[in-house]
């Protein structure tokens, strides 16, 4: 078979977690809470299929979780979505990238990231013929370094992918990161596509940053969020995406040949849920708190901790244990140590090593404490 993603293996989250699970290792690697969504959620799904809520769902979404998308981006962002032509729901993030850069990117199109990057994205865009351009986030801060983003522009650009906050690195963008966005892309034909998954998760009393907040920004954005995320539900793999007008209506026509629709019973038991806003208010609060225990709990090893900022995930180096590349380290740490983590090195093109691994802090205390004691015997 002539492959058309030759450099292209298994992801390191499959890697990871089935090395945790092959070595009964506490699984720090792969981002997803292992803890529960709370029963009332449940319920809402069964009472949905029970009462007969079973065959597809208009293409874009269920109305009712369009109407509640638009009432919190109003709500949060002061900006306005029109759920029958501006929202559509899809199966995840995953799917909602993946389906905005098939439907936007032409082939030659150079579409700008940010390193380390998501691994999704890169896939994607050499999957449509796109050039992918690379912009640093330097360690250990791993801002933005505005400058060096303008002179990768040309011609030729079509797209920039942001992620804030950020994954793997847990930065947050800032006010001054999007107007430095919005300048670098006006009166261009440049399409933002911006990654907000963790739009909820962000700490110290610092506000998200979403594409939705600059009117200027957000007529040329498709902004991308996750239940999975927000409401501890990953294995339910759904998003959604907002864009104006004409994006969407682009990004539909591929949408509704890619998945056409997502699980009925779960938008509507969604759409219920999304009703109480505290729901995604106290989580910054609630991560906030995890994210606290765990530096608090590798706080006696020699990890390095860099900043979090939001986002379950805390970045460390490990240079005071270890000379070894970063993906033998976490093979290490997984099969000796007993804690699973994922290699940043996985979020680069050229397999850049900085000697920093990436833990998720989405476990219930129990877990973390377990893991504590495990590094802290080794590390
Ligand atoms: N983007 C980022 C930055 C993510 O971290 C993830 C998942 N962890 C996704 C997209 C994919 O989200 P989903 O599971 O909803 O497809
Ligand atoms: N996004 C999750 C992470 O960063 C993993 C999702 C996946 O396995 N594709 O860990």
Known sequence: VVSRLPAVGTTIFTTMSR??????????????PDFS?????????????????NQYAPMAGVPALRQAIADKVRALYGASYDPEHEITVTAGATQALFTAVAALVHPGDEVIVFEPVYDSYVPAIELQGGIVRRARLAAPDYRPDWQAVRALLSPRTRMIMINTPHNPTGTVWT???LNALAALTR???????????????????????????????????VIVSSFGKTYHVTGWKVGYVLAPRALMTEFRKVHQFNVFTVNTPVQLALADYMADASRHLQLADFYQTKRNFFRAG??????????????????????????VPDTEFVDWLTREVGVAAIPLSAFFGDGRDE?????????????LTAAFERLGRFC
């Not at 969504?37 to 809520?53: C, K, N, P, T």
């Not at 700490?203 to 907040?213: C, R």
């Not at 590798?298 to 000379?323: D, H, V, W």
């Open 19 to 32: 090395l945790a699970q092959e070595c009964g290792a506490i699984n720090l690697s792969q981002g997803f």
């Open 37 to 53: 969504a709370e029963d009332v959620l449940f319920e809402r799904v069964a009472h949905w299929m029970r009462a007969g809520h």
């Open 175 to 177: 006010e001054a990161d």
């Open 187 to 221: 009166d261009t034909g440049i399409i933002v596509v911006a990654d907000e998954v963790y739009e909820h998760i962000v700490f110290d009393g610092v506000h998200h940053q979403s594409a939705a907040l600059y009117p200027e920004l957000a007529a040329r954005s």
């Open 298 to 323: 590798l706080a006696g090893t020699r990890f390095e901790l860099l900043p979090c900022a939001g986002t379950y995930f805390q970045t460390a180096r490990y240079t005071a244990i270890s000379a």
């Open 355 to 367: 000697k920093v691994i990436r833990f998720c802090f989405a476990k219930r205390d129990e877990t």
